[in-house]
C-alpha cells in the first residue's frame, strides 16, 4: 500500500507497525490509507481497491481506533456498539463483540462511568464491530496499565487468528516486538528501516548489548571500544556506553582490561539482549519516547 513518501506492502493476515517520532509521517501516512485525506502523489491500494472508485466497500472492510476515541459518555457500552453497528451492511452481533472484549459485564454501564482500559477495549469493540478485514490501530495502549495492554495484545492476536490484518502504531519498542510481524521504522517521511523485529536487531542491534560507565565525564575515546573483540557498534546513550556486541563472552573481558589499562573506575556494566528500542537508537539517534 503506497503512501506519499513511503512504499509500503502489508500482507493479508499479518500485523505490520509503522514506529517512528511525532512528526515523522506516520499520523499522514495512516489518514491517508483510512481514506481521511488524499494522496498528493502515488497510489493506495486497500484489498485490491482504491478509495476514489470504491470508498464505500472500503469503508465496509476496515475498522479504525484512534489514539483518544471520544464517544459518548451518556451512551451505555451496549448502546455505542449498536450505534456503531447499524453503520455496516453486514456486522457481528453486539453480544459477540462485547464478549471478546471482556466488557459483557459492562453492557450497562455508562461510557462515562467506565475506566481507561475498559474505554480503550471499547474503542476497539467499534472498530471490530463491523466484522473488518483490515484493522487500523493507533497507539491502543498509551496510558493503559500492563493488565490492560496485555488484554488489548490478545484481542489484536486474536483478530489475526481469524484472517485479519491489522496496521498498528504504537510508541512501545516492546510491544512491537511481541505484535508485529513486520514494521517499518519512519523519520523525516522516509523509512529508514523495515523487515521483522528479528531481522532487524540482527542486521542493525547486534545480539547482545553491553552497557557501561566510567567513574568521571570521560568515557575514553569510542575507537577503544569499538576495537574490542565482538563488537559492532558504539554509541553513547544518557552517560552510558553501549556496545552492540555478538560475543559478550570475549567482550566483557576485554573490555575489563582495556578499563584497566586506563587506570579508570568501572561504575556501572550490564549485559543484556538486544531490542527494537537499540535498532531505533542507532538509526535516528534517541529514543522513541522521547518525542
Request: aromatic share 6%.
Amino acid at each position: 500500500m503506497p503512501a506519499v513518501g513511503l512504499n509500503l506492502e502489508i500482507h493479508a493476515g499479518e500485523c505490520f507497525g509503522l514506529l517512528g517520532p511525532n512528526g515523522a509521517g506516520k499520523t499522514t501516512t495512516i489518514e491517508i490509507l483510512e481514506g481521511l485525506l488524499e494522496a498528493t502523489a502515488g497510489e493506495v491500494t486497500i484489498l485490491g481497491q482504491t478509495w476514489k472508485s470504491h470508498a464505500r466497500e472500503l469503508r465496509e472492510q476496515i475498522g479504525i481506533s484512534l489514539q483518544e476515541t471520544r464517544l459518548s459518555e451518556k451512551l451505555t457500552v451496549c448502546e455505542t456498539v449498536d450505534l456503531f453497528a447499524s453503520f455496516y451492511s453486514e456486522p457481528r452481533p453486539t453480544s459477540e463483540v462485547l464478549a471478546a472484549l471482556q466488557l459483557e459485564e459492562k453492557a450497562d454501564s455508562w461510557v462515562g462511568k467506565l475506566s481507561g482500559g475498559q474505554k480503550q477495549r471499547l474503542a476497539v469493540a467499534t472498530a471490530l464491530v463491523g466484522s473488518p478485514k483490515l484493522l487500523f490501530l493507533d497507539e491502543p495502549t498509551t496510558g493503559l496499565d500492563p493488565q490492560s495492554r496485555r488484554q488489548l495484545w490478545e484481542i489484536i492476536r486474536e483478530f489475526q487468528r481469524g484472517g485479519g490484518t491489522v496496521l498498528l502504531t504504537t510508541h512501545y519498542m516492546d510491544e512491537a516486538e511481541r505484535l508485529c510481524d513486520r514494521l517499518a521504522i519512519v523519520d523525516y517521511g522516509q523509512i529508514i528501516a523495515e523487515g521483522s523485529p528479528a531481522d532487524l536487531i540482527e542486521r542493525l542491534g547486534g545480539h547482545h548489548m553491553v552497557e557501561f560507565s566510567l567513574a568521571g565525564d570521560s568515557h575514553g575515546p569510542p575507537e577503544i571500544w569499538k576495537s574490542l573483540p565482538g563488537v559492532d557498534s558504539v554509541y553513547n546513550d544518557d552517560g552510558l556506553v553501549c556496545l552492540a556486541v555478538r560475543e559478550p563472552h570475549r567482550t566483557i573481558p576485554a573490555l575489563l582490561e582495556a578499563v584497566d589499562k586506563q587506570s579508570a573506575q568501572l561504575e556501572h556494566l550490564t549485559t543484556r539482549q538486544a531490542s527494537l528500542e537499540d535498532v531505533f537508537v542507532r538509526l535516528t539517534g534517541r529514543h522513541l519516547r522521547e518525542e
